[in-house]
């Protein structure tokens, strides 16, 4: 009997130390996928496009070459325009694995999604210690910034309010490009009597359409009233909100009938080959222009505040920080400090086709759509995309996003703001 309980005893104690060197190896291999001592920095985003992953590749081979000992990994996740990817971060994230940096939007996508829920370290001390804090912006690190802490650094700064136009059917028509929605409108009937697609729309995706609105939001209200829609001090059932929608409504009777079947490359492409004339886009689009479909700017294709916005700027902002949880914080911080240096930003944003976040980045390495947004964006009034998430939390950006889309089809604004109201 004595026996046979030894052996038992000895037994456990052999099960017992099994299990233990499965859980550490568990927890090893879950260390190195999330960016741990013995693993690599696993940067996570959804640049996998031409131009996007260019530029993400520039950033990473300067940071090997200042710290080549330490060891990254590109965990881009490709599709979706980033639905993808966020929906592989919020997996990784609520099971507390988050990757080593990851790509967010400034504003209310960072702020109330990922600050909020407690899963961000302050990077005040990086600020601090970079000089950062008259580098970029004051309203840029606003939009990172929640109760006095900041918790990312911009690598970029994207206009969302760009009319992008073809210069040869423009010239061929004796055509300028419109400045207000009047102008658009006159435009618009001139192209469609000569059997070309004034506005190309891809919104397979529906944010597409949303960008859309957005840029038409603030043509119609405003950078004041426009950000008031967004604080609840405007109500989306004012009556400068449906002259809005009126003016949206009328844009969309220009669009190209497939548009529901194509994506924002599919609408760019209408534009290059000139089966449309004007699209609205980011200018990620000038990104694809120029680096996969090798267009040269203001000879095949010209760009413009979209109608009502000339001395406004919709930013979209690409940002980095500090996951909480991760085991190797300090080699994370120098990956934010090469983004946010002007090298970084100057490696990174000519082949991205946004432009830096910094204000003392080298506009010599940027071409003239560069030079000019870059000065743009020094005195520009400000205003958060809510196609991208800055202007609102995710909730409200996907129940708006479900509405356009509605909207886009039934073309019924009462129905629309009961939606979203």
Same mark, same amino acid.
């Given at each position: ?119 961000? #370290? +302050? /990077?005040? @001390? *990086?600020?601090? $210690?970079? &000089?950062?804090?008259?580098?970029? =912006? #004051? +309203? /840029?690190? @606003? *939009?990172?910034? $929640?109760? &006095?802490?900041?918790?990312?650094? =911009? ?44 506005l190309a729309l891809g919104d397979k995706e529906p944010w597409a359409a949303t960008h859309l609105l957005e840029a038409v939001l603030l043509g119609t209200l405003g950078t004041e009233d426009y950000g008031a829609l967004f604080n609840g001090e405007l109500k989306w059932d004012d009556a400068k909100v449906k002259t809005a929608l009126d003016n949206y409504k009328k844009m969309l009777d220009y669009v190209n009938e497939d548009h529901s079947s194509r994506n924002w490359q599919d609408a760019s492409q209408l534009v290059a080959n000139g089966e449309a004339a004007m699209n609205v886009m980011g200018d990620w689009a000038k990104g694809y222009f120029v680096n996969d479909l090798k267009l040269k700017v203001n000879e095949d294709f010209g760009y413009t505040a979209t109608p009502g916005t000339d001395g406004k ?109």
């Amino acid at each position: 009997m004595k026996m046979k309980k030894g052996f038992f005893l000895a037994l456990l104690l052999l099960f017992s130390l099994v299990i233990s060197a499965c859980g550490n190896a568990s927890t090893s291999g879950e260390k190195a996928e999330g960016g741990g001592k013995e693993g690599k920095l696993d940067i996570f985003s959804w640049w996998t496009g031409a131009g996007e992953e260019d530029g993400l590749k520039a950033l990473i081979k300067l940071f090997e070459e200042k710290h080549p000992d330490v060891p990254l990994e590109n965990a881009a996740v490709a599709g979706g325009a980033g639905t993808n990817a966020k929906a592989v971060l919020a997996s990784r994230m609520q099971g507390n694995d988050p990757p080593a940096t990851f790509q967010v939007h400034g504003g209310a996508e960072l702020n109330e999604g990922w600050v909020k829920a407690g899963k961000m #370290e +302050s /990077l005040n @001390d *990086l600020y601090e $210690k970079e &000089g950062w804090m008259d580098k970029f =912006p #004051e +309203s /840029l690190i @606003d *939009l990172v910034s $929640k109760d &006095g802490e900041i918790y990312s650094v =911009p690598v970029n700064i994207h206009r969302g309010n760009v009319l992008w136009y073809n210069k040869k059917v423009f010239e061929d028509n004796g055509l300028e490009p419109p400045a207000t929605f009047e102008e658009f409108f006159k435009v618009a009937d001139a192209l469609k009597a000569k059997g070309i697609t004034p506005l190309a729309l891809g919104d397979k995706e529906p944010w597409a359409a949303t960008h859309l609105l957005e840029a038409v939001l603030l043509g119609t209200l405003g950078t004041e009233d426009y950000g008031a829609l967004f604080n609840g001090e405007l109500k989306w059932d004012d009556a400068k909100v449906k002259t809005a929608l009126d003016n949206y409504k009328k844009m969309l009777d220009y669009v190209n009938e497939d548009h529901s079947s194509r994506n924002w490359q599919d609408a760019s492409q209408l534009v290059a080959n000139g089966e449309a004339a004007m699209n609205v886009m980011g200018d990620w689009a000038k990104g694809y222009f120029v680096n996969d479909l090798k267009l040269k700017v203001n000879e095949d294709f010209g760009y413009t505040a979209t109608p009502g916005t000339d001395g406004k700027f919709i930013v979209i902002t690409d940002t980095f920080g500090l996951p909480k949880g991760v085991d190797n914080p300090e080699n994370v911080k120098k990956f934010l400090s090469v983004l946010g240096s002007v090298e970084g930003q100057d490696a990174f944003n000519p082949l991205k086709g946004s432009i830096p976040a910094r204000t003392d980045a080298d506009v010599s390495k940027y071409d003239q759509y560069g030079k000019d947004t870059i000065e743009d964006f020094k005195s520009a009034e400000l205003s958060p995309s809510l196609a991208h998430g800055s202007a609102a939390e995710e909730g409200f950006v996907t129940k708006v996003n479900q509405a356009v889309n509605i909207f886009v089809t039934q073309k019924d604004a009462d129905q629309f703001i009961n939606a979203v109201k």
